[in-house]
């Protein structure tokens, strides 16, 4: 599978971006996404999940209650809305997927995602 990661762009605290994953070939989808972010001089770190059938999320406690992660497999599209960002949410946002998970299940550790996206850069000024 390939993802396709775009939304991001400059915003001031407080404010919010919707960040979207598009996959690719489109079809019948058989894996989890995850978002992951990684900020300059620091380490990757997991920001939310959901699972094939949606009905399991999980969010870091950086991000929860103000991030929400939704998918529309008909359109084999996942969304991450972001609100009340932080300068501390600044960092380039990975789309990834797990193909080794059960359709209820996603986690936030990184080993178990096989396809990454490019990247989108989410930069929020003071």
């Known amino acids: 599978v390939q993802l396709q990661a775009s939304g991001g762009g400059l915003v001031q605290t407080g404010g919010s971006l919707r960040l979207s994953c598009a996959a690719s070939?489109?079809?019948?989808?058989?894996?989890?996404i995850g978002w992951f972010r990684q900020a300059p001089g620091k380490e990757r770190e997991g920001v939310s999940c959901i699972s094939l059938n949606a009905e399991g999320t999980v969010y870091a406690d950086s991000v929860k209650g103000r991030f929400t992660i939704s998918r529309d497999n008909a359109k084999n599209t996942i969304y991450l809305e972001m609100n009340s960002l932080k300068p501390e949410d600044t960092a380039v946002y990975y789309c990834?997927?797990?193909?080794?998970?059960?359709?209820?299940?996603?986690?936030?550790?990184?080993?178990?995602?096989?396809?990454w996206g490019q990247g989108t850069q989410v930069t929020v000024s003071s």
């Open positions: 990834a997927a797990d193909r080794s998970v059960a359709d209820y299940y996603c986690a936030l550790y990184d080993w178990g995602y096989d396809s």
């Open positions: 070939p489109v079809g019948t989808p058989s894996y989890a």
